[in-house]
């Protein structure tokens, strides 16, 4: 823990900052606010894929097929890649320049966050010098030595990782790590399980409802789940095949033959389809 030493302002704390220190990755790290998932996001994406989704758009690069549903996936990631551009923009966190020791630097990191939180000038941030704990003193890290491998230097960063990590797997952290484990796993099965998945589901019921209207059932599509859905179209779907098949047989059954002076070829009904067997 660190403290703020020689304060100008000690009673008006709502208006200094809190960052909230989570991680450190690759020496980049971020001075977080608790976050949330704003109301307008499923609507502004249901809005987006009904304005897209339908829309006849294909496009063949590289032999892959790009149509809209993609295109739909592909807007969606631009958040995620335009966050990962920005973050590179981020200065230090405060807490990894104080566990290197740059307590000036850790400082200024501190004053453009309450200038960005307040919007005052940075030179009217209370806190004026930071200095560490007495009990953290002598946990200062040490610059690693020079002559170290780079197999060395990987391990000692595993064993240091799994040191800082070990805390979270005891007690009275142990509870709150296994359900904030559980949370972030079960949002991730299922987020990607229903992304994945939302392409196919849209066309089974698309492929249903013509099925449905082409029949003499009145029945109303709200009135059919997803399950029931799926069972029909994979039925249609198979009775389609098989009749493909036996289309095939009859068709190989009426074939003639047209000899060939170097070998015999069996040609079908079909003036453009032809099987060659070498003699």
Not at 97 to 124: C, F, M, Q, W
Not at 126 to 146: L, W, Y
Request: aromatic share 10%.
């Amino acid at each position: 823990m660190y403290l703020p030493i020689e304060s100008s302002e000690t009673s008006n704390h709502q208006d200094w900052p809190t960052p909230i220190i989570l991680n450190r990755r690759v020496g980049r790290a971020s001075y977080d606010v608790p976050t949330r998932r704003s109301p307008l996001r499923p609507v502004l994406l249901t809005r987006l894929a009904w304005l897209i989704i339908p829309q006849a758009w294909s496009w063949t690069v590289f032999n892959m097929t790009f149509n809209s549903w993609r295109l739909y996936v592909a807007l969606c990631t631009l958040p995620s890649l335009m966050a990962g551009i920005l973050i590179s923009f981020y200065d230090e966190s405060p807490k990894f320049l104080l566990s290197r020791g740059h307590s000036e630097e850790a400082l200024h990191v501190l004053r453009k966050i309450y200038a960005v939180n307040t919007g005052r000038h940075p030179d009217t941030y209370p806190v004026k010098a930071i200095t560490f704990e007495k009990s953290q003193v002598s946990q200062k890290p040490t610059p690693p030595p020079t002559n170290t491998t780079l197999a060395k230097q990987i391990v000692d960063l595993i064993v240091s990782g799994c040191k800082q990590a070990t805390p979270l797997f005891k007690a009275p952290h142990l509870t709150s790590a296994a359900l904030v484990f559980s949370i972030q796993f079960g949002s991730l099965l299922s987020m990607n399980t229903i992304r994945l998945w939302m392409p196919q589901l849209f066309f089974i019921m698309e492929d249903f409802s013509k099925l449905q209207a082409a029949s003499v059932d009145d029945h109303s599509l709200n009135s059919y789940s997803i399950c029931e859905m799926l069972a029909y179209t994979d039925n249609i779907a198979a009775v389609a095949a098989a009749n493909r098949s036996l289309s095939a047989l009859s068709r190989a059954d009426t074939c003639t033959v047209k000899r060939h002076p170097r070998r015999p070829i069996v040609r079908t009904p079909d003036e453009h389809n032809y099987f060659a067997f070498q003699a």
